[in-house]
């Protein structure tokens, strides 16, 4: 009997050298799909921050080109009121002059009209 009983002892050993040995097959498998897991999360996360680090450089560019457009637009706008200025002096030296020319062109029609008279007149006596 004492042989049987190592017998069943080796069985039961090896019995449950078979299951440890497909639990620890198990496991192992289980580790390397976790590992792949995680490498694959890694690339992932670390693509992600290389997109995230290019689209915060590619925003300071844009804001920074912004800046210069916005610098741009308010020289446009200091040229544009300046020539606004420029354009209503213009406008008031013309009406100016136009008053001028009116004045100057009522002033010769006054002279011939009067030099009308003077030559009218002057015919009469000499009669």
């Known amino acids: 009997m004492d042989e049987a009983l190592k017998n069943r002892i080796v069985i039961i050993l090896a019995i449950l050298s078979v299951v440890f040995f497909f639990g620890t097959l198990s496991s ?3 580790a390397i799909r976790q590992k792949a897991a995680r490498d694959k999360e890694m690339a992932a996360r670390l693509a992600l921050e290389e997109r995230t680090s290019r689209y915060a450089q590619e925003k300071s ?6 800046k210069a457009k916005e ?3 308010q020289e446009v706008k ?5 020539a606004k200025k420029a354009l209503v002096q213009d406008r008031l030296v013309s009406q100016s002059l ?4 009116q004045k100057v062109t009522k002033l010769k029609e006054t002279l011939e009209e009067d030099l009308r008279q003077a030559l009218v007149n002057g015919k009469k006596p000499k009669k």
């Open 71 to 73: 610098n741009e637009m």
């Open 61 to 66: 560019a844009l804001e920074e080109k912004a």
């Open 78 to 82: 200091v040229d544009l009121e300046a």
């Open 98 to 101: 136009k008053e001028e020319l």
């Open 28 to 30: 192992c498998n289980s």
